[in-house]
């Protein structure tokens, strides 16, 4: 349906008002600076508008403007900041980023050491589902690992074992949890130490117990970040790095703990599954489809054990 001519009127305004705040918060920030302190290292805790909350080094939170020539940061980036009051500062600087995280092209986090696939007993995992996930995260080059919760739930581990066994051979850890009896928790935690991580997976598989357990006090740190950004209920929807009490970092989005799966060509699709990478290219003819043509590489990497039987079925169901 096309637009009347006085809703088209209303999307330019709220647009050029947008534009107009953006440019004065920056135009501010460069006057600021005339007075500004010392610059220093911080970390971005949340974005909110035109607007960032950094934690310093020494950890006070600021909230902070950026200067016109940088862009705008996001949750986990390093920034370069000065000082110019009590609560306030401006960023002056975004050091370089070693990957982003992003959900239909905007921007979304940074830095990002690892992401956690969280499915469960119930909803039962599928296994299409998880290779979609993790399709996309080896095309974004973000390292991704697995986490099986709700283990209580099963009356036979042995086979829930069995069934991720695929995933451990193809190169991914798996760590089979249950939040509720606190199963494999400390181990868990352990290996969060020193990084920073993002959890996704469907609704329901226990993300937010989960993040519950590891942020035992997170209520108390969403209240102080809400007072610091002065963002109140907001802040629950926006995306924030928490730190974990036993060691690292947490990014929480509820924008992406689903995250959309992107439309993914059949070369990205490809190579998204990485045990298959070794094979790419060493087929006899150079557009194998790796369906029914004679000497492909990757059908003898399975007859041989080198792939597993049901990776290469969901590979054909996303390319299908």
Same mark, same amino acid.
């Given at each position: 349906?096309?637009?009347?001519?006085?809703?088209?009127?209303?999307?330019?305004?709220?647009?050029?008002?947008?534009?107009?705040?953006?440019?004065?918060?920056?135009?501010?920030?460069?006057?600021?600076?005339?007075?500004?302190?010392?610059?220093?290292?911080?970390?971005?805790?949340?974005?909110?508008?035109?607007?960032?909350?950094?934690?310093?080094?020494?950890?006070?939170?600021?909230?902070?403007?950026?200067?016109?020539?940088?862009?705008?940061?996001?949750?986990?980036?390093?920034?370069?900041?000065?000082?110019?009051?009590?609560?306030?500062?401006?960023?002056?600087?975004?050091?370089?980023?070693?990957?982003?995280?992003?959900?239909?092209?905007?921007?979304?986090?940074?830095?990002?050491?690892?992401?956690?696939?969280?499915?469960?007993?119930?909803?039962?995992?599928? &296994?299409?589902?998880?290779?979609?996930?993790?399709?996309?995260?080896?095309?974004?080059?973000?390292?991704?690992?697995?986490?099986?919760?709700?283990?209580?739930?099963?009356?036979?581990?042995?086979?829930?074992?069995?069934?991720?066994?695929?995933?451990?051979?193809?190169?991914?850890?798996?760590?089979?949890?249950?939040?509720?009896?606190?199963?494999?928790?400390?181990?868990?935690?352990?290996?969060?130490?020193?990084?920073?991580?993002?959890?996704?997976?469907?609704?329901?598989?226990?993300?937010?117990?989960?993040?519950?357990?590891?942020?035992?006090?997170?209520? $108390?740190?969403?209240?102080?970040?809400?007072?610091?950004?002065?963002?109140?209920?907001?802040?629950?929807?926006?995306?924030?790095?928490?730190?974990?009490?036993?060691?690292? #970092?947490?990014?929480?989005?509820?924008?992406?703990?689903? &995250?959309?799966? #992107?439309?993914?060509?059949?070369?990205?699709?490809?190579?998204?599954?990485?045990?298959?990478?070794? &094979?790419?290219?060493?087929?006899?003819?150079?557009?194998?489809?790796?369906?029914?043509?004679?000497?492909?590489?990757?059908?003898?990497?399975?007859?041989?054990?080198?792939?597993?039987?049901?990776?290469?079925?969901?590979?054909?169901? $996303?390319?299908?």
């Amino acid at each position: 349906m096309s637009l009347t001519r006085r809703q088209k009127w209303r999307i330019e305004k709220i647009q050029a008002e947008r534009i107009a705040r953006a440019q004065k918060a920056s135009s501010n920030s460069e006057t600021s600076l005339d007075n500004a302190g010392e610059e220093q290292t911080g970390l971005v805790i949340t974005r909110y508008g035109q607007r960032l909350l950094v934690e310093s080094e020494s950890g006070d939170l600021y909230q902070c403007t950026g200067r016109q020539n940088i862009e705008l940061s996001v949750a986990g980036d390093q920034v370069i900041f000065q000082k110019i009051s009590n609560n306030e500062g401006v960023v002056t600087a975004l050091l370089e980023r070693e990957n982003t995280l992003k959900r239909s092209q905007k921007l979304i986090a940074s830095n990002v050491d690892e992401l956690w696939l969280l499915v469960a007993i119930e909803p039962h995992y599928q &296994f299409e589902l998880i290779d979609r996930y993790l399709v996309v995260a080896e095309n974004a080059n973000l390292p991704i690992n697995i986490v099986v919760n709700k283990i209580e739930l099963s009356d036979n581990i042995q086979q829930v074992e069995n069934d991720f066994s695929i995933y451990e051979s193809a190169g991914y850890s798996v760590i089979y949890l249950s939040v509720k009896n606190k199963t494999n928790i400390k181990q868990f935690k352990n290996s969060l130490n020193d990084k920073t991580h993002i959890f996704l997976g469907q609704s329901g598989v226990g993300k937010s117990s989960l993040i519950n357990e590891l942020i035992p006090d997170l209520n $108390l740190r969403v209240n102080e970040i809400s007072i610091k950004s002065k963002l109140g209920k907001h802040t629950t929807t926006n995306t924030t790095l928490y730190h974990i009490p036993s060691g690292g #970092d947490l990014i929480d989005s509820p924008g992406i703990r689903e &995250f959309q799966l #992107d439309n993914l060509t059949n070369k990205e699709i490809l190579s998204g599954f990485k045990e298959f990478k070794p &094979f790419i290219g060493q087929c006899k003819f150079r557009n194998c489809a790796h369906i029914n043509e004679p000497n492909c590489a990757i059908k003898q990497a399975i007859e041989s054990g080198k792939i597993h039987q049901k990776r290469y079925e969901n590979y054909l169901n $996303l390319i299908g």
